[in-house]
DNA sequence: TAGTGGTCTAGACCACCAT
DNA sequence: TGGTGGTCTAGACCACTAT
């Protein structure tokens, strides 16, 4: 095992140090269980509270889990869904009469629902009225907030905003928007998504989105900032997926300009 | 302040969400020095520990940093590079002679750094072999590790595979691999990336990640991996980017099909 | 030197879970 | 019921920063 000096001083690095050792080394495999807080302080012969820090800085690495009056187990790797551009296509739509997250939950063997929690008029957030190519003051847009399950587990949280005088008047403002969803109806209106751009960072979830997608410590979100241009390059949506980090991933394919 | 009482049980809890109140509010603003952990401990009622697991929240949050003998300050919104596909293009650097990571420091007005860290001969981990369409047992590449400063500052480290037959005895075992880079390199082996594909997660940075990057706690880690196709669609080289999330994002431009 | 965060101790009680 | 993690207390000393 090799020696980290600059982290080995501290009694709580120590034992961080130790633990991390076995659990790299697989002698802790995912989903088994550490000892005890308690035991692991007797062990190294330090305060409970001691040992405790070291477990929390494993649970930051992301490496354990501590589940309540169980215990603490070091962390299961979990299936990863890989979305790419492919989720806004309507061509897998059209063949197999399922949206890209039903067609993904259906592989997996994973019970799919959709929950609509909010349509309203609102203004929109600047960075998104930047991106129909507006000032917020002056647009007007509805919001559909939209949260993603496999079985009964969160696992993204969506946002859309479309300009009111394109929702006004249409399924949009209903919970169900009927077949095709959304794009469906925005074709009607004359809007082809042509060109798609995401904009994607990572974040650290915020108080009420890890309440929302209960989100255990250690695990950040991933954030996209989707905008659809239609066949004239113009703007005429833009979506915000907040994705639990350790469920999801993206995949983009691009050619390359010479 | 508002009362919240789902999370106003525990004095920890509310002492954060007294804070994060206040900086949602705008009344601490970003760089602001928040009340010492003592000032917030009496203020409260609660000990000193109280008032630091508090604090430890909000840090987790990614809202507050913590400065060793200077105090807890309300963290400022850094300025984002948003890399996208066009970091591979070589167009710029035949039109600027810089490389995009060189172009996009200009523009910031800061002093770029690439260090080579380690350039070796070793076999893949296991995805990398799997995006070269290889079995890891049956593989040699070169492996090359470059991490990228802005003003000293670490930004992302890169790690970057290429079959070691297409390696040997090029510029590509030195550090300085000369004009257009390891893609120049490349060319003149006959590869040219026709296509990319990147694949991205994000999660908490390794324990050794975290210190190479000098992450403050509570940022995470945008991990991309590059696999680079050439004219006949075969892959002949792999990359993975791992940036601290809060100084850097991605942006994909790309068609739709119908 | 005074004030700050960083770490540690040695207890205590509570909430949750399995048996 | 016993073991587990979750939280809290009231101290202590150290390391760093500013003045």
Not at 39 to 63: S, V
Not at 77 to 99: A, D, P
């Amino acid at each position: 095992m090799s020696q980290d000096p600059a982290q080995g001083q501290l009694p709580s690095r120590r034992i961080a140090h130790a633990v991390r050792a076995l659990i790299t080394a697989g002698e802790l495999a995912p989903g088994d269980k550490l000892p005890s807080e308690r035991e692991l302080a007797q062990r190294f012969g330090a305060a409970r509270n001691t040992a405790r820090e070291a477990i929390r800085l494993l649970a930051e690495e992301g490496l354990v889990t501590a589940r309540h009056g169980r215990g603490v187990f070091v962390r299961e790797k979990q299936r990863m869904v890989r979305w790419g551009s492919e989720r806004y296509s309507r061509r897998t739509y059209r063949e197999t009469g399922l949206t890209p997250f039903r067609l993904e939950m259906a592989r997996q063997g994973k019970t799919p629902r959709v929950e609509v929690t909010s349509i309203e008029q609102v203004t929109p957030p600047f960075d998104v009225a930047e991106r129909l190519k507006a000032s917020p003051e002056e647009l007007s847009t509805l919001r559909r907030c939209n949260i993603y399950y496999a079985d009964d587990e969160p696992l993204q949280v969506v946002t859309t905003y479309i300009r009111w005088a394109d929702a006004e008047g249409t399924p949009l403002l209903q919970p169900e928007t009927g077949p095709g969803g959304i794009y469906g109806r925005l074709e009607e209106r004359g809007y082809t998504m042509t060109t798609g751009r995401d904009e994607i960072i990572a974040r650290m979830a915020s108080h009420t989105e890890a309440h929302t997608l209960q989100l255990p410590p250690g695990v950040p979100v991933l954030d996209v900032l989707h905008t659809s241009l239609d066949q004239r390059g113009e703007p005429f949506e833009v979506s915000r997926f907040v994705h639990r980090a350790d469920r999801a991933g993206l995949v983009y394919t691009f050619s390359i300009e010479h």
